[in-house]
């Protein structure tokens, strides 16, 4: 959800309905927080409860009120490694000034590329034909750029590249399990413990308190002046590192919670976990964010006569088989490029082996730099004494 709408009257209206004195517009929060996470209800159903992902939020028909949420008890304000190599791989961790530096260093790799595959491919021109279509002055001037610019930004090419390979597998196993201290004056150093932690909310009706999924765990508070308390690791489900995505109340005391990590039914008054399709209860100590699930869920619906599971990979063929004209629809070129950058479109014919693409070809690139490095410095040398 990017942002929130409301009508002059508090009632509910389709996106294309405006009528006479109903009209959608479009409700701002403070602080710009237009990214949102969740929406949820309040138990009295006199306003809705807006989450982000660092604050939260009660919107009313005519007021919006930032609620401050406390610092749970006994806790440190670490993170995972992991969020402090994402924001620096996407340049996110000095704000605007870094992600427009790491977009360049994407410009300096694609210039790289584009001027090495002319090296590379020159030599054997020449070779076979004795000649070559490329003027000479443009060869030399493709030459001297190409270790102009390598030669001064290969520092942060190599950082980019390397910390891409650690937000992948296998890297980023240790990085997810290793907590550190926010990086000084970066923009994961604030004094709101919840910064960019917050992934989902409900009211839950039986102990009469409120659940929060967050990067650090599942946690109740009472109300939102309260202090969080955060459910051990061992007595809530697995979540996958990239979040909740089914987070359901299904009866009295069970909850059905879903990632990529899997899906499972809930106890928390019982601190029990339970699989999904035959209710066999999951062993505490094989609890973790990447288990050993068959399911990679990203959606559930109760709405129909039997449950549906929504698998990020396989859809629902069990149940529902896509149409044609769903199966054809086109996907945006962001998605793809998405796809593209880590790797998952390449399951098709690589299959397993697709889950280390970024890895195998981040130790390709980095080679290729290094090595590329190395010839420079010595061509540079050489010529300095023959000079």
């Known amino acids: 959800v990017s942002g929130l709408a409301k009508t002059e009257q508090p009632q509910i209206l389709p996106n294309h309905c405006k009528l006479k004195g109903h009209e959608w517009k479009p409700v701002d929060l403070p602080k710009n927080h237009s990214k949102i996470s969740d929406i949820s209800s309040t138990p009295d159903n006199s306003g809705i409860i ?31 490694l992991f969020k402090s190599i ?5 340049g996110e961790l000095w704000g605007l000034p870094g992600r427009i530096v790491v977009d360049i260093i994407a410009i300096v790799l694609i210039i790289l590329s ?15 034909s004795h000649k070559t279509i ?43 399990m290793t907590k550190t201290s926010p990086l000084p004056g970066s923009s994961l150093d604030t004094d709101n413990y919840w910064h960019d932690k917050l992934r989902a909310i409900r009211w839950d009706e039986d102990n009469q308190n409120w659940m929060i999924s967050t990067s650090k765990g599942f946690a109740q508070l009472k109300d939102f002046s309260s202090n969080p308390v955060i459910i051990p690791s061992d007595k809530s489900p ?12 299904e009866a009295t005391g069970v909850w059905i919670v879903g990632s990529f990590s899997g899906i499972y039914r809930w106890k928390p008054n019982e601190g029990k976990c339970y699989t999904f399709h035959d209710n066999t209860i999951v062993d505490p100590n094989r609890r973790n964010s990447f288990g050993l699930a068959n399911d990679i869920v990203s959606g559930y619906s109760a ?8 698998d990020y990979a396989k859809g629902t063929e069990e149940l529902h ?13 962001w998605n793809f490029a ?31 730099l290094a090595s590329g490095y190395i010839i420079s410095c010595k061509i540079k040398k050489s010529h300095n004494i023959n000079q």
């Open 134 to 176: 490329l003027p000479a002055k443009i060869l030399k001037w493709n030459f001297k750029w190409h270790n102009l610019i390598g030669y001064f930004t290969i520092v942060l090419t190599i950082l980019v590249v390397f910390t891409g390979m650690c937000l992948r597998p296998p890297l980023m196993i240790p990085f997810v």
């Open 50 to 80: 807006v989450l982000t992902r660092s604050n939260i939020y009660r919107v009313s028909h005519d007021d919006i009120k930032e609620l401050t949420l406390q610092a749970p008890f006994d806790e440190d304000n670490k993170i995972s």
């Open 238 to 249: 697995a979540v996958s590192p990239m979040g909740v995505n089914v987070f359901y109340r």
């Open 114 to 128: 584009l001027t090495g595959i002319i090296l590379f491919i020159l030599p054997f021109s020449i070779r076979h």
């Open 321 to 333: 088989p896509m149409g044609s004209d769903m199966r054809n629809q086109p996907m945006s070129l």
């Open 303 to 310: 709405d129909t006569y039997k449950p549906i599971v929504f």
């Open 86 to 90: 994402w924001n620096l791989h996407s």
């Open 338 to 368: 998405l796809e593209l950058h880590v790797g998952r479109c390449y399951s098709s014919f690589l299959g397993p082996v697709s889950n280390l693409f970024v890895f195998l070809s981040g130790i390709i690139i980095l080679l290729v």
